[in-house]
């Protein structure tokens, strides 16, 4: 028995002509057809002959015209479409040029500014804000000043009071711009976010400075390397939010959050921008003294501590001698702090020249380099400066050891480092290195008073990174008198691997001995003027 299907089968002509297919409609009698042919189009049909004629023209022209000429390139440009990435970001409206101001508006701005109010203070002048303080800085200075000027151990009485010749005047102004760092809701202010960059931007600087004088006193005979671990352990930014806790500073930075139960990322970055701005401050208001103090005093820094500790390395026998201030002893911060050189003193700081120069180089007297390239490199220095001293007796003897110093700036490890470990050029470029960065943002910041700290940061990085300072030292050919081992001379002269290191760590040795010997104007005057850091002078043709 056979089913019967309700289907009924295809008709098999359908297969033999897929290529003209047809289907019927129940709503339109007539089949719709899928032939795809070229389509025409044609050109809309105007009413009035007379545009037809001119538009006709107007074609022959422009295909007359040759491929150059800029009326086709200008109706190439108005057909080429616009493409714009979906993935493109629009920039914030801060970042938009603004026109500039006029020049009247300009002047008044800077002449109503306090940047500009201190002439015999320029550094600490540009570091102020940029306008004057309104309601709601003063009403945060009412509310919590107190509180850090209490806890980092100063008066209570406004700054005000001091008379006009003292820069601590301005401390209030300085301390509030310190703790108004990028995360809280007052940095929405300009004037506050950029004046606490730029504290931030010169207290990095006088950190580092501060403690590398400190370690290459206390710590004679010890190299640069493990002095920088001592310092990472003491300012390094995962090490700061202990200290500014033993402080009781962590609630003026964290007004509304508990320190302890934010994640690094949200902790960290507002301790290290706040510190650093606060000791930008106490530098510019009391100097080098109450960096010290605050340091190891109010957050209780301890560099005996085992945290504090570099790590365990193999040790070069030292058998030379060691300053006799400095032998037998570690200098505590106080006697650090409390320093100052004697009346006929040789240099400006000399206990510091005598934790970098060991004694023992007087015994290169004489030799050589003494006669033959210590010449032409005092020359080319432009040393001995001109110093009034009261009998000629020290400037002899200040001009015997600045040449011992050079010759000890010029000297590679490789020629005496195994078997006198300080006899090489580490402990003065170590020096060299941390003034010459704060004498650059001294610098940056005078210059550009309108700039915000992270501009000035790259700018600073830019003219100091440390190819330029190798070139620098080279243009003026000091690189030949740099003494190496015999079994490196030729490898460090042909190789600039090698080479380019060795003249960056002499340059900032030279540094390094200009400012113990003759402070920090003679630094400004090598950078500036002799080797030019900031290429503004015109090159020699």
């Not at 401390?171 to 004037?191: I, K, M, V, W």
């Amino acid at each position: 028995m056979e089913l019967s299907s309700p289907l009924k089968p295809l008709n098999s002509s359908i297969f033999h002509r897929t290529h003209d297919l047809s289907f019927s409609s129940s709503f339109s009698p007539f089949p719709i057809k899928t032939h795809f042919e070229k389509l025409k189009i044609r050109k809309p049909i105007s009413l009035n002959p007379t545009i037809i004629a001119a538009v006709d023209s107007q074609e022959k022209r422009e295909e007359q015209l040759p491929r150059n000429s800029p009326q086709r390139l200008l109706k190439e440009l108005s057909q080429r479409k616009k493409f714009v990435s979906p993935n493109k970001r629009i920039p914030p409206k801060r970042f938009i040029l603004k026109p500039p101001l006029d020049d009247a508006k300009l002047a008044q701005r800077f002449l109503n500014s306090p940047q500009l109010s201190l002439k015999q203070f320029p550094l600490l002048s540009s570091c102020l804000p940029s306008m004057r303080l309104n309601n709601a800085d003063k009403t945060w200075i009412d509310e919590y000043l107190l509180e850090a000027k209490q806890a980092l151990g100063y008066p209570l009485e406004p700054s005000e009071n001091y008379g006009d010749d003292n820069p601590a005047k301005q401390f209030d102004t300085l301390l509030y711009l310190a703790f108004g760092h990028p995360h809280c809701e007052r940095t929405n202010a300009r004037h506050v976010r950029s004046g606490h960059s730029r504290l931030g931007f010169l207290g990095q600087y006088v950190l580092e400075l501060a403690l590398a004088e400190f370690f290459l006193q206390r710590y004679p005979r010890e190299s640069p390397g493990p002095m920088r671990e001592r310092v990472y352990a003491l300012i390094g930014k995962r090490y700061l939010p202990k200290w500014v806790k033993a402080a009781s500073l962590h609630n003026l930075i964290f007004q509304y959050d508990d320190m302890d139960k934010l994640i690094r990322k949200e902790r960290e970055p507002p301790v290290k921008s706040v510190v650093w701005a606060l000791f930008g401050a106490i530098y510019l208001c009391f100097g080098m003294p109450e960096v010290y103090r605050v340091l190891f005093e109010v957050f209780g820094m301890d560099p005996e501590d085992e945290e504090c500790q570099p790590k365990l390395r193999r040790q070069l026998e030292d058998v030379d001698y060691v300053s006799a201030e400095l032998e037998g002893k570690k200098l505590s911060w106080q006697e650090v702090a409390a320093y100052k050189p004697p009346e006929d003193a040789l240099f400006a700081h000399p206990r510091l020249f005598r934790a970098c120069v060991p004694p023992g180089m007087h015994r290169f007297r004489g030799n050589i380099w003494d006669y033959d390239s210590r010449p032409q490199v005092m020359n080319t220095l432009g040393y001995p400066l001109q110093v009034n001293d009261r009998i000629p007796e020290i400037t002899n003897a200040r001009n015997i050891e600045l040449g011992l110093g050079l010759q000890l700036a010029f000297l590679h490890p490789s020629k005496h480092k195994f078997e006198h470990p300080r006899f090489c050029f580490e402990r003065l470029e170590y020096v060299g290195q941390k003034i010459q960065d704060l004498v650059m943002a001294e610098r940056l910041l005078i210059k550009h008073i309108d700039a915000p700290g992270r501009w000035l940061q790259e700018k600073h990085r830019r003219l100091l990174l440390n190819k330029f300072c190798g070139k620098y030292l080279r243009e003026k050919h000091l690189h030949r008198f740099i003494i190496y081992s015999e079994e490196v001379q030729d490898s460090y002269e042909h190789n600039r691997r090698l080479r380019n290191p060795a003249t960056t760590a002499v340059q900032q040795a030279i540094h390094g001995l200009s400012y113990t010997i003759y402070g920090k104007p003679d630094v400004r005057r090598l950078m500036f003027e002799l080797f030019d850091f900031e290429q503004t002078q015109p090159k020699a043709i």
